[in-house]
């Protein structure tokens, strides 16, 4: 079965810093896809960054990057220069093949303070 | 607005009714997901739709719940005798097709049985 674990219910930043959310997971396909996903306050949740197994390089995505360590079962998320607009909810999220159902982690909060 | 809708926003019912809720995503997506988020939690998978064809149930997913999809387009998410741990977000999303990866959210339908 397939699990996604995130260790931080809360990470606070200050505006302008960098901050790194952990999750790991478990699956038994060596092929599969890593996501986070964003769920700001009342709103829609939304993908802020992927990662396909495959892939050695890690993905970046404009100020959001990922440390995705294969054989440790890792994958965090890194925000630089975090704005305001970064506080949500954070979401790890893993799919074993494309198109099939996520699951998701418990959810990190993120505090952005000015 | 990722284009994916659900209604109603908000549902208060009685426990022992039935409730229905519906879901429009966006329009060439073929694949429909069906989630629910408790507070607090990452969203669990319930069911997901490949066109009108239901490909995938969650043991979360009890006879109490039905889900259709009849013509390919907008999905039902059916709960017969409502309990009061059935209170939680439903959340629905979109994708275009098995080798798309991203799947779209709608903002949910937030379920309180009373």
């Known amino acids: 079965a397939q699990t996604v674990t995130q260790s931080q219910p809360e990470m606070s930043v200050q505006e302008a810093e960098t901050v790194t959310l952990s999750c790991t997971y478990d699956t038994s396909e060596s092929d599969y896809y890593l996501f986070w996903y964003k769920q700001p306050p009342s709103r829609q949740m939304i993908l802020v960054i992927r990662q396909e197994a495959y892939k050695q390089q890690n993905a970046t995505e404009n100020r959001f990057s990922v440390n995705f360590q294969k054989a440790a079962k890792s994958f965090s998320l890194k925000i630089s220069d975090s704005q305001l607009g970064d506080a949500a909810m954070y979401f790890c999220?893993?799919?074993?093949?494309?198109?099939?159902?996520?699951?998701f982690g418990e959810g990190t909060q993120l505090t952005v303070n000015p | 607005d990722t284009g994916v809708s659900q209604d109603p926003r908000h549902k208060i019912t009685k426990r022992g009714q039935n409730v229905t809720f519906r879901c429009d995503p966006i329009?060439?997506?073929?694949?429909l997901y069906w989630y629910r988020q408790t507070l607090g939690q990452g969203p669990e998978f319930l069911t997901y739709f490949q066109n009108e064809a239901q490909l995938e149930k969650s043991r979360l997913l009890s006879d109490r719940f039905s889900a259709e999809r009849p013509k390919g387009s907008f999905s039902t998410l059916e709960i017969q005798r409502t309990e009061q741990g059935d209170s939680a977000m439903y959340l629905c999303a979109s994708t275009k097709g098995r080798s798309s990866y991203e799947q779209y959210f709608g903002p949910g339908t937030r379920l309180t049985v009373t």
């Open positions: 999220a893993l799919q074993e093949t494309s198109g099939s159902r996520l699951t």
């Open positions: 329009s060439e997506h073929n694949r």
